[in-house]
Structure formats: structure tokens, C-alpha cells
């Protein structure tokens, strides 16, 4: 049995300036296919008959991850698109990461909430239940190098306020929450983190991403 993954999201999703294979979605899909680790819990996670199949090196078998994303999609714009794809019925696995060009764009937060909150239903849609429905939190670009002579205060201001949104609305709708601001803020300045254009991360920053999403699945 091939396990399913639909990442939806911007920039961030795609790993803008870096190859497809340094994505987070793509990183995470390697760990998961190289590990045995969580195994059994997955299986129960997707309620997987006893006959799936083990790839050869342990993990799970997991098909390449089918991304819905684009470089400055806000949230409005990421729900169009999704109207405008044919997608499976169903996946095993939802990622969302989205927000970054509303507040780019000085959209409202209101406004992002409304947006965000039908995302993520439809994402729990897509997955058939919440537990198997990944947030990722929205990165502060306003500590890159992107933001000089900018309110680089106010940004990360604004990006708060817009990842309270976030976990609230992930919380009540009993997805997962995965914070990777945190971590990004401390590397974002910092170059071996970063893409050519000193905005966007590099593959050893997604690798963080990756490592922690690839955890919480295997739960």
C-alpha cells in the first residue's frame, strides 16, 4: 500500500530557490520512507489492513507528495486553485502552511481567519478526519536578510498575530500544530539557512521542518 501526502501552501511549500527534492514535503516523505520508527502507529493512524506493505530499507511506502502551491498565494488565492484541481478523494496526509503574503499584502487578520478556517476544513476533508491534518506555523521573514529597511519589528508583530490565528483555529478544529518559527527566527539571518535571495529558506532550514513533521506522523 502506497501511502498518500497533499502539501498546500506558498513559497514556503514549493521551497522556493530550491530544488524540489530540498521541500519540506519531499524531506518529509524521505524520513518517512527511511524509517521503521512509528510504523505500527501509523498503520492504526490510517487504518491500514495487516497485508501493507514495508519498502526495503523499513519504512512505509509513501508516493511523492502532491504539492498545491505557489510562489505568493494568499489564503484567498490557495482556495481558488484548490477549486480548480482535480485531487483524489481522499490522502492520507494534509499539510498547510499558508498566511505569509496576506500579511505581505496588509490583508487583516480577520480576514485571514475566515479564509484559514475554510482551508482547514477542507483539508480535514481531504484527509477524512483531523488527526491526520499538519499546520505549520507561518515564518517570520522579517528576520531575514529579504527585510532590511523594513519595520522589521512590526512584522514579526504582525506574524504573531497572524499564528495566534493559526493555533487557535488548528486547535479547535483538533488538527496538529507544529511550530517552526521559532526555531526559523534564531536561523534566520544566519546564511547556510538561507536561499540565494536571502528571503526564503534553504534545504538544511526545510530539513528542520521536514524532521518534525515526519515525527508527529509517526506518533
Not at 521503521?36 to 512505509?60: I, K, Y
Request: net charge negative.
Amino acid at each position: 500500500m502506497n501511502y498518500t501526502y497533499l502539501a498546500l501552501g506558498d513559497s514556503y511549500t514549493i521551497g522556493e530557490q530550491v530544488s524540489l527534492a530540498e521541500s519540506f514535503p519531499y524531506q518529509t516523505v524521505q524520513l518517512l520512507r527511511q524509517t521503521a520508527v512509528g510504523a505500527a502507529s501509523r498503520r492504526q493512524r490510517f487504518d491500514t489492513t495487516p497485508t501493507a506493505v514495508e519498502n526495503p530499507v523499513g519504512g512505509w511506502q509513501f508516493t511523492a507528495p502532491e504539492i498545491i502551491a505557489k510562489t505568493g498565494w494568499t489564503t484567498d488565492e490557495l482556495n481558488a486553485a484548490i477549486q480548480q484541481t482535480t485531487l483524489l478523494n481522499q490522502y492520507d496526509v494534509v499539510s498547510l502552511l499558508i498566511g505569509v503574503n496576506n500579511q505581505y499584502r496588509g490583508k487583516s487578520v480577520a480576514e485571514f481567519k475566515d479564509e484559514f478556517t475554510e482551508l482547514l476544513q477542507k483539508a480535514i476533508a481531504f484527509a477524512g478526519n483531523n488527526k491526520n491534518v499538519f499546520v505549520l506555523s507561518i515564518p517570520d521573514w522579517g528576520v531575514t536578510p529579504f527585510a532590511e529597511g523594513s519595520d522589521c519589528a512590526e512584522i514579526s508583530h504582525e506574524i504573531d498575530k497572524y499564528n495566534e490565528a493559526c493555533a487557535a483555529i488548528t486547535e479547535d478544529l483538533k488538527c496538529n500544530y507544529i511550530d517552526i518559527t521559532t526555531s526559523q527566527r534564531v536561523d534566520g539571518k544566519e546564511l547556510e539557512y538561507l536561499a540565494a535571495d536571502g528571503l526564503h529558506p534553504s534545504g538544511k532550514e526545510y530539513a528542520k521542518w521536514a524532521k518534525k513533521l515526519a515525527d508527529l506522523i509517526g506518533i
